[in-house]
């Protein structure tokens, strides 16, 4: 099971990412898919999680209303659209494979990728 993310980058205040978490040589659908955020000198925090099968979604408290989470299974890749940024949300993204239910306990999760960086500032 293989991980990877994409779509950082650098954003002003207010503006928007969609970040991308594709899936290398296994069928994503099967799996429940978390994303997670480590800001310099901060634990990893779960930001947002989809089940497998009905797709159900969680999110953290402070992105709620501004992040959505999502599959697209003929792309094999679970996405995170971020809105309304603020410099709070600075951090390396990350995705990882494991159960919503432990999405405020990382260590669960596994076959993390490598991190996809996201700065907010203007």
């Known amino acids: 099971v293989q991980l990877m993310e994409s779509g950082g980058g650098l954003v002003q205040p207010g503006g928007s990412l969609r970040l991308s978490c594709a899936a290398s040589?296994?069928?994503?659908?099967?799996?429940?898919i978390g994303w997670f955020r480590q800001a310099p000198g901060k634990e990893r925090e779960g930001v947002s999680c989809?089940?497998?099968?009905?797709?159900?979604?969680y999110y953290a408290d402070s992105v709620k209303g501004r992040f959505t989470i999502a599959r697209d299974n003929a792309k094999n890749t679970v996405y995170l659209q971020m809105n309304s940024l603020n410099p709070e949300d600075t951090a390396v993204y990350y995705c990882?494979?494991?159960?919503?239910?432990?999405?405020?306990?990382?260590?669960?999760?596994?076959?993390w990728g490598q991190g996809t960086q996201v700065t907010v500032s203007s």
């Open positions: 040589g296994f069928t994503l659908d099967y799996y429940t």
């Open positions: 989809i089940s497998s099968g009905d797709d159900s979604t």
């Open positions: 990882a494979a494991g159960s919503c239910i432990y999405l405020r306990s990382p260590h669960y999760f596994g076959s």
